[in-house]
């Protein structure tokens, strides 16, 4: 008998999915292993208001496979002219789940991000009245700031600030990935949680230059050194509530990754879940796994956990070179290579 989990069916609470054809190629991958996802809104051109969101949510349910009950919890881009009633009207409407703040140019498709915050105090007040989380891109975007330390400037010169403001705002940072944004968390009150990514777990910044450049280990936040990838390891595992899974599965065309000036984002949902296993598994907690992926996010944004379960076998298990998507083709995480653990239903 191989070694077997059985957890509550889990969230992906950090998920791109983009649009159109590569939509139809990557949404079964999280529909298989997940029973829901907060979806990302930075398409072309982003998800900013409760239309754009129904029309997308939309476009998700028409590309699911028949039999499954996967539920695509939405949210909102930040831009410099949200405001309270279309946050309230948002939220209202049971389409939006949250709001997405990236700074302005800090990553893939957040040119119509935020790039001054003294104006969005009212928007983020009406949010903590709600209960309605606000989701962070943590990471300043001074081109004179080292590309490694961003985050840590983010925390001190931005988020901190914002949360002094309106301490009583839920604030997600997302795909946290520095022992200090660990620390932050842990001696933050109960209204700050934080996502992190199978790939943050993994690897460390020696695997971007892994016998030559390898542009598909490039995202953002960018890896960081080993004592911060073991940092986020023990806080995953811990058990402590405030952390949960967050996949940040952000596919481009291998074309996108391959080039000159590569995208950033890794493409996981193929094999996120057995990835996150393999990293509980090593560090003997695989009795935590199931508060990270399935109960600490729902009970950090207040909404049901999911219902049922998924097991998983321990047993080799190939990822694929690409996927298709009409004319050009996505290359998943450790394409090629294998993961030790397999869904099984
Ligand atoms: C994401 C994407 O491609 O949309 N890229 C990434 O490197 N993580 C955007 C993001 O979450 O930063
Ligand atoms: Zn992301």
Same mark, same amino acid.
């Given at each position: ?118 104006? +969005? *105090? =009212?928007? %983020? $007040? ?7 989380? !606000?989701? /962070?891109?943590? &990471? ?14 983010? +925390? *001190? =010169?931005? %988020? $901190? ?7 009583? !705002?839920? /604030?997600?940072? &997302? ?171």
């Amino acid at each position: 008998m191989p070694q077997s989990i059985t957890i509550a069916t889990p969230t992906d609470f950090h998920l791109h999915i983009r649009d159109g054809e590569i939509l139809k190629t990557v949404l079964p991958h999280s529909a298989n292993e997940y029973g829901s996802a907060l979806i990302m809104p930075n398409l072309k051109p982003p998800v900013t208001s409760l239309a754009l969101a129904k029309k997308y949510k939309m476009e998700i349910l028409q590309a699911l496979p028949v039999d499954t009950t996967f539920k695509p919890l939405m949210s909102l881009y930040f831009t410099q002219n949200l405001n309270g009633p279309a946050v309230r009207e948002a939220y209202a409407s049971d389409t939006v789940t949250a709001v997405k703040l990236y700074p302005a140019g800090a990553t893939t498709n957040s040119d119509s991000g935020v790039s001054y915050y003294d104006g +969005i *105090e =009212g928007t %983020l $007040e009406t949010m903590a009245e709600l209960g309605m989380p !606000l989701l /962070v891109h943590g &990471e300043v975007t001074d081109q004179a700031v080292d590309i490694f330390d961003r985050e840590v400037r983010f +925390i *001190e =010169g931005i %988020l $901190e600030p914002i949360r002094k403001r309106v301490p009583t !705002l839920k /604030v997600v940072m &997302e795909h946290i990935t520095t022992k200090e944004a660990v620390q932050y968390v842990l001696e933050a009150n109960d209204n700050l949680g934080a996502t992190i990514t199978a790939h943050h777990l993994l690897l460390n910044r020696n695997a971007i230059f892994q016998g030559g450049i390898h542009p598909h280990h490039y995202c953002l936040p960018i890896l960081k050194r080993e004592t911060h990838r073991e940092a986020l390891v023990n806080a995953a595992v811990s058990g402590n509530k405030k952390f949960f899974l967050g996949t940040d599965s952000a596919p481009h065309p291998q074309g996108a990754k391959e080039s000159a000036c590569g995208c950033a984002g890794i493409y996981t949902a193929f094999s996120s879940l057995p990835l996150y296993t393999e990293v509980f598994e090593k560090k003997n907690a695989l009795d935590k796994l199931e508060g990270f992926a399935s109960f600490h996010g729902a009970d950090f944004y207040g909404i049901p956990r999911n219902e049922g379960s998924v097991t998983l076998v321990k047993e080799e298990t190939i990822i694929p070179d690409s996927f298709t998507f009409g004319e050009d083709v996505v290359v998943p995480f450790r394409s090629g290579g294998s993961v030790a653990w397999k869904v099984v239903g």
